[in-house]
């Protein structure tokens, strides 16, 4: 677009300058492809906004979680609890204060397998790459404070440190990717402005998954764009490694392959680059079926005893533990324990939510079902011609940049895809639960949604970024909250659902409520 370029920046404070610049070269190291001003641009005074609003969103949110979870009793939930010993040291008691609402819900099962291993048949249903990364620092960089925190609170300290990271790299990725794809640097820093407080930002924050998965996702998305396809299948493979829909992004390569083949002058060497970049993503999935399906369907194979108390609990819950007979999947035709514990102990399946008495839930649905309905209609209406095609053939257009450009194509399709598996195929037991993990799908995999609401907002609000050609890269998000009386109605709620959604969902989760 033609969009004024903004330098430098404004005079942020000593702590989030020293991690700005930390994470700034943490950055450079990460992506270890092309020059430093090429990937990101040193003097880009967007990506050290992002940076230090992302910092600042993740500082609140573990400021909420301790503050609520002071004000609010924690619920008696009927949810996956192992038995540990008290805080034992002064250490102990300060990290339980301070860090205990990170080991909520599913964060209670990446931090078992963290500390115990794949023991409980339904724990695999968690990917491995999270337990691996938090068990290495905490083990690791963390080890010396092994005379004043037990494994648990390493654990917990290191996924908060380690999410804080990873989310704030993944918004700035998420910057680099829509800059490139979308052409316009303003409508893709207010998309990673609110990335850092979208409405699974608690999820973001505690010990889920979501931080590192949108992290390798937008950064390998962004290497795709680049035509890196090594780099970008790589670092896509950590993204299966992290979340089971990392599959799905095996799709963009296939949507490229098609691409290649149906060209006049289409030749087998890009072809077979893209199918080793499918096997690659799909790879970290089949080693991790083969893993359990040795684990569990062999008892003899890997070594350890579980604690009498993790067996009590198994016989307690009901819970399969390795050892036991082969369990029934493992008589498969494709034994892949994953679908298994997916319908059987989640219920997924098609339209298996779809219930007499789910129906005021289901017609209440879901905002992000919404916002992605909405993407995706007004895509296809501006693009009937090229959606014809799949976008598999060029189509001139009168402008090639911004949320209706012809590249933008293929993340609409992963977001229609993702949305109707979210609506038709999940199932869980609160109408709360369904809305939160759809939200969590949809907005840690798919950056075309986080465009689209920056594009909303560019339309109801054109005034945001003004006429000065200063200096300082101030914060859209800042002036459009201390704006608010004067925003349209539309802003309004999409502003409120991300808000709402931040702060009462930190309240829930933190407390054992269902918020999940």
């Given at each position: 677009?033609?969009?004024?370029?903004?330098?430098?920046?404004?005079?942020?404070?000593?702590?989030?300058?020293?991690?700005?610049?930390?994470?700034?070269?943490?950055?450079?190291?990460?992506?270890l492809?092309?020059?430093?001003?090429?990937?990101?641009?040193?003097?880009?005074?967007?990506?050290?906004?992002?940076?230090?609003?992302?910092?600042?969103?993740?500082?609140?949110?573990?400021?909420?979680?301790?503050?609520?979870?002071?004000?609010?009793?924690?619920?008696?939930?009927?949810?996956?609890?192992?038995?540990?010993?008290?805080?034992?040291?002064?250490?102990?008691?300060?990290?339980?204060?301070?860090?205990?609402?990170?080991?909520?819900?599913?964060?209670?099962?990446?931090?078992?397998?963290?500390?115990?291993?794949?023991?409980?048949?339904?724990?695999?249903a968690?990917?491995?790459?999270?337990?691996?990364?938090?068990?290495?620092?905490?083990?690791?960089?963390?080890?010396?404070?092994?005379?004043?925190?037990?494994?648990?609170?390493?654990?917990l300290?290191?996924?908060?440190?380690?999410?804080?990271?990873?989310?704030?790299?993944?918004?700035?990725?998420?910057y680099?990717?829509?800059?490139?794809?979308?052409?316009?640097?303003?409508?893709?820093?207010?998309?990673?402005?609110?990335?850092?407080?979208?409405?699974?930002?608690?999820?973001?924050?505690?010990?889920?998954?979501?931080?590192?998965?949108?992290?390798?996702?937008?950064?390998?998305?962004?290497?795709?764009?680049?035509?890196?396809?090594?780099?970008?299948?790589?670092?896509?493979?950590?993204?299966?490694a992290?979340?089971?829909?990392?599959?799905?992004?095996?799709?963009?390569?296939?949507?490229?392959?098609?691409?290649?083949?149906?060209?006049?002058?289409?030749?087998?060497?890009?072809?077979?680059?893209?199918?080793?970049?499918?096997?690659?993503?799909?790879?970290?999935?089949?080693?991790?079926?083969?893993?359990?399906?040795?684990?569990?369907?062999?008892?003899?194979?890997?070594?350890?005893?579980?604690?009498?108390?993790?067996?009590?609990?198994?016989?307690?819950?009901?819970?399969?533990?390795?050892?036991?007979?082969?369990?029934?999947?493992?008589?498969?035709?494709?034994?892949?324990?994953?679908?298994?514990?997916?319908?059987?102990?989640w219920?997924?399946?098609l339209?298996?939510?779809?219930?007499?008495?789910?129906?005021?839930?289901?017609l209440?649905?879901?905002?992000?079902?919404?916002?992605?309905?909405?993407?995706?209609?007004?895509?296809?209406?501006?693009?009937?011609?090229?959606?014809?095609?799949l976008?598999?053939?060029?189509?001139?257009?009168?402008?090639?940049?911004?949320f209706?450009?012809?590249?933008?194509?293929?993340?609409?399709?992963?977001?229609?895809?993702?949305?109707?598996?979210?609506?038709?195929?999940?199932?869980?037991?609160?109408?709360?639960?369904?809305?939160?993990?759809?939200?969590?799908?949809?907005?840690?995999?798919?950056?075309?949604?986080?465009?689209?609401?920056?594009?909303?907002?560019e339309?109801?609000?054109?005034?945001?970024?003004?006429?000065?050609?200063?200096?300082?890269?101030?914060?859209?998000?800042?002036?459009?909250?201390?704006?608010?009386?004067?925003?349209?109605?539309?802003?309004?709620?999409?502003?409120g659902?991300?808000?709402?959604?931040?702060?009462?969902g930190?309240?829930?989760?933190?407390?054992?409520?269902?918020?999940?």
């Amino acid at each position: 677009g033609n969009e004024c370029t903004q330098e430098g920046s404004g005079s942020p404070s000593l702590c989030i300058s020293l991690c700005d610049g930390a994470l700034l070269k943490l950055l450079a190291g990460y992506t270890l492809c092309g020059s430093h001003q090429e990937m990101w641009g040193s003097h880009d005074p967007f990506v050290h906004e992002i940076i230090r609003f992302s910092l600042s969103c993740r500082g609140l949110t573990l400021m909420m979680q301790v503050l609520f979870n002071l004000l609010i009793p924690d619920h008696t939930a009927d949810a996956f609890s192992p038995p540990r010993p008290p805080p034992s040291s002064l250490g102990d008691h300060i990290a339980e204060l301070l860090l205990r609402g990170l080991g909520r819900w599913d964060a209670e099962h990446f931090l078992f397998i963290a500390e115990h291993g794949y023991e409980y048949e339904h724990n695999t249903a968690f990917f491995p790459l999270l337990p691996m990364v938090i068990t290495g620092l905490a083990r690791g960089p963390l080890l010396p404070l092994a005379g004043v925190l037990t494994l648990r609170s390493r654990l917990l300290l290191s996924s908060a440190l380690l999410n804080c990271a990873c989310s704030t790299l993944a918004a700035v990725f998420l910057y680099l990717l829509g800059r490139m794809t979308l052409q316009s640097r303003r409508t893709a820093f207010l998309a990673a402005l609110l990335f850092c407080m979208s409405p699974i930002s608690v999820f973001m924050t505690v010990a889920y998954s979501e931080s590192l998965f949108a992290m390798a996702t937008f950064s390998g998305l962004w290497q795709l764009q680049k035509n890196r396809l090594l780099a970008g299948s790589a670092l896509l493979s950590l993204a299966t490694a992290a979340r089971s829909n990392g599959l799905v992004n095996a799709g963009f390569l296939v949507h490229s392959g098609m691409k290649v083949f149906l060209q006049p002058s289409g030749r087998c060497g890009p072809l077979m680059k893209r199918l080793c970049g499918i096997f690659i993503m799909i790879l970290p999935f089949a080693v991790f079926q083969g893993y359990c399906y040795y684990r569990f369907c062999f008892p003899s194979f890997g070594e350890g005893h579980l604690p009498e108390e993790l067996i009590q609990l198994a016989k307690d819950k009901g819970y399969r533990v390795r050892g036991e007979p082969a369990p029934v999947w493992c008589s498969y035709h494709f034994p892949l324990a994953y679908s298994h514990i997916q319908s059987e102990y989640w219920g997924v399946g098609l339209f298996r939510y779809f219930q007499l008495r789910q129906i005021p839930n289901f017609l209440l649905a879901t905002p992000v079902i919404f916002l992605g309905i909405c993407a995706t209609f007004r895509y296809i209406s501006s693009n009937m011609v090229l959606c014809s095609t799949l976008g598999l053939w060029n189509v001139r257009k009168k402008d090639n940049y911004g949320f209706y450009g012809p590249q933008v194509f293929v993340y609409v399709a992963q977001l229609f895809f993702l949305t109707a598996f979210g609506a038709l195929c999940m199932h869980v037991q609160t109408f709360f639960s369904l809305v939160q993990v759809v939200t969590r799908l949809l907005f840690s995999s798919c950056p075309v949604l986080l465009w689209f609401c920056s594009h909303m907002i560019e339309e109801n609000e054109p005034w945001i970024w003004g006429l000065q050609r200063n200096k300082e890269a101030s914060n859209p998000v800042v002036r459009l909250l201390r704006a608010w009386n004067s925003l349209q109605t539309r802003t309004q709620i999409l502003l409120g659902y991300f808000l709402g959604y931040w702060v009462i969902g930190t309240a829930l989760h933190v407390n054992f409520l269902p918020w999940t």
